[in-house]
């Protein structure tokens, strides 16, 4: 595609509740990131994969949790038992899979937690 | 976490001067990044600058480095008020990851 894909763009959910985020890279991008960004702070790392594994997961805050990037394309972020807390944008960027080179940014996710 | 570390936070000037803002970080690095973001949603790629580089241009963009102090400038020259939006630094380490400091939020008065 033209650019990074996020789906949806804004998600309401009730708190304890199950959420997917999905993000579309851009075509041949190899390396794929998912940042979460609450108002006023830079984006914080949460998950990085390189293909189909997850090079780097340190970011993820707990077991509730998760992505995956079955085919090393789409990747999916999943929450489980919503909490207020994880009200925020849900960035995610691919890289053409170099370390120089530039991430593209998708528009985000804003899940909002009631 | 974040472990970049930008400053100032916040940065007000008039049209046409020049704006420089500065990030920290901790680790060694690859290279490192500039982004901007409006309005809180994606961000948008300015300027790389690899470690072994210790000044790059692009436009009316700066950017400089110096890996001993583990530093970073990005200086916008004759700024314009479409230059207002918050600007983050980036840096990339051994393993890929891209770590984002806080960030700083330029506003420029017409």
């Known amino acids: 595609g033209a650019g990074v894909s996020q789906t949806p763009s804004n998600k309401v959910t009730e708190k304890g509740k199950y959420v997917e985020l999905r993000c579309d890279p851009i075509?041949?991008?190899?390396?794929l990131y998912w940042y979460r960004q609450s108002l006023g702070q830079g984006p914080e790392f949460l998950i990085y994969?390189?293909?189909?594994?997850?090079?780097?997961d340190s970011g993820l805050p707990n077991d509730r949790f998760f992505a995956v990037r079955p085919e090393g394309s789409v990747s999916t972020l999943k929450i489980q038992r919503t909490e207020r807390g994880d009200s925020a944008v849900y960035l995610c960027?691919?890289?053409?899979?170099?370390?120089?080179?530039?991430?593209?940014f998708g528009q985000g996710t804003r899940l909002t937690v009631v | 976490s974040q472990q970049g570390e930008e400053d100032p936070q916040a940065l007000s000037i008039q049209e046409g001067e020049n704006a420089t803002m500065n990030c920290s970080y901790k680790?060694?690095?690859?290279?490192l990044q500039w982004y901007r973001q409006n309005s809180g949603r994606g961000l948008v790629h300015l300027i790389l600058i690899r470690s072994n580089e210790r000044e790059k241009h692009s436009g009316r963009l700066r950017v400089t480095l110096d890996t001993s102090k583990k530093s970073s400038s990005l200086l916008i020259t004759a700024s314009r008020a479409a230059d207002t939006a918050s600007y983050f630094c980036?840096?990339?380490?051994?393993?890929?990851?891209?770590?984002f400091g806080k960030g700083i939020t330029l506003s420029v008065r017409p």
């Open positions: 994969f390189q293909g189909t594994g997850a090079a780097d």
């Open positions: 075509s041949g991008h190899t390396a």
């Open positions: 680790t060694s690095i690859n290279n």
């Open positions: 980036a840096h990339t380490g051994a393993n890929s990851k891209l770590t």
């Open positions: 960027a691919s890289r053409r899979g170099g370390r120089d080179t530039e991430a593209f």
